[in-house]
């Protein structure tokens, strides 16, 4: 009975992923806030993807300003806000106020608050052209109609020098491969430096030359 009472939560896990990645075949379909707990947990197989990893890849510094699209509930955020400390500012950017709000709560149980919520698609965000020093995109990139339309947009925001983090896991319904986004990120003029990962997940970094 307690193996059950075991399987029966991985089971359901497993079910609406399944349900999720077929939906998505056919639409774009962005993990509803509801869900947000299946995105919350760092994978121990896709390690690249894990918050530590990407943070450590963009090498964020004290006073930076970054920001982080389609943040979902904010795993990748936080420790970003944290790595920029109070003298630099992270932007939370997602299309759902669900998602937000999730950020926002983590951000005040932690003392947060470098941290800027931007309910927008990130080619609507009217940020100042070169204003920031990095950006994170970590599992979001297949949520995005259009993808290849947005990295103008975040080329556009980044100062030259400025880095960009894709990360990318196969256990995402969304998952888009290395070469895609290579394909997509030097299209909009940005420079591959380092890939990281394995079968299971990377972290490509790019840069603003």
Known sequence: ???????????????????????????????????????????????????????AELALRPGERAIDIGCGPGRVTIPMARAVGPGGAVIALDVQSGMLAKVAAKAAAGSLTNIRPLQTDVRHAELQAGSLDAAAMVMALGEIPDAAGIFPAVFAMLKPGGRLAIAESIFDPHYVARRRVRHMASSAGFIERRCVGNVFGFCMTFERP
């Open 1 to 55: 009975m307690t193996a059950l009472f075991l399987t029966l939560p991985i089971v359901a896990a497993v079910a609406i992923w399944a349900g999720w990645r077929q939906a998505s075949r056919r639409t774009v379909l962005p993990c509803p806030s509801e869900l947000a707990w299946l995105v919350e947990r760092e994978n121990p197989l896709a390690r690249a993807t894990r918050s530590e990893q990407v943070v």
